[in-house]
């Protein structure tokens, strides 16, 4: 049977073929293939923002679990506490929350970079998880993010900000 009599039109785009089943089904066609694997910048550091932060990412990464437990505030705010870089522990519930928290009562401020590969080493990234959601919340590390779990790859959801406290 053809591809016209089966309903299917020639396509550049996909092979079609059938399978063990006899039924007629698609893959599809791959033009370039590129060998090197995605490879995302390591945090530099900023010397303005204050040294506390690193520590805060380095406590985070080594409090992390291998999966997330939906708990990304709650770590970031106790790493934050435990290297000194806000005095008290944060009220906020949410994640998305957390920006406005962070400047308002600890000195944070507002980095202005919308990538979160551009962020510096230590840098507090916010994001939402649509309108309702609790979003998420995660610091810079040189390899990558660290929340309640360590990843090399950004969270998926768009990014609100990111935040940076500096140096006094």
């Not at 396509?11 to 698609?26: E, L, M, V």
């Not at 949410?94 to 962020?119: C, H, I, K, S, W």
Request: aromatic share 10%; hydrophobic share 35%.
């Amino acid at each position: 049977m053809t591809l016209q009599a089966a309903g299917l039109q020639p396509s550049k785009s996909k092979f079609f073929y059938k399978d063990a089943s006899g039924k007629t089904t698609s893959a599809r066609i791959i033009y370039h293939y590129r060998p090197g694997k995605i490879v995302h910048p390591l945090a530099h550091v900023d010397s303005r923002l204050d040294p506390k932060l690193l520590r805060a990412a380095t406590i985070a990464d080594e409090r992390a679990n291998a999966r997330s437990k939906q708990r990304c505030w709650h770590y970031v705010k106790q790493a934050l506490v435990a290297s000194g870089a806000i005095t008290s522990y944060p009220r906020t519930a949410n994640a998305r929350q957390a920006g406005e928290e962070l400047v308002r009562d600890y000195g944070f401020r507002r980095l202005p970079m919308r990538d979160p590969y551009d962020a510096p080493l230590g840098a507090v990234l916010v994001y939402s998880h649509g309108r309702h959601g609790a979003g998420h919340v995660e610091l810079r590390t040189k390899n990558g993010f660290v929340s309640d779990y360590s990843s090399k790859t950004r969270c998926r959801y768009p990014l609100l900000a990111v935040y940076g406290k500096f140096s006094s």
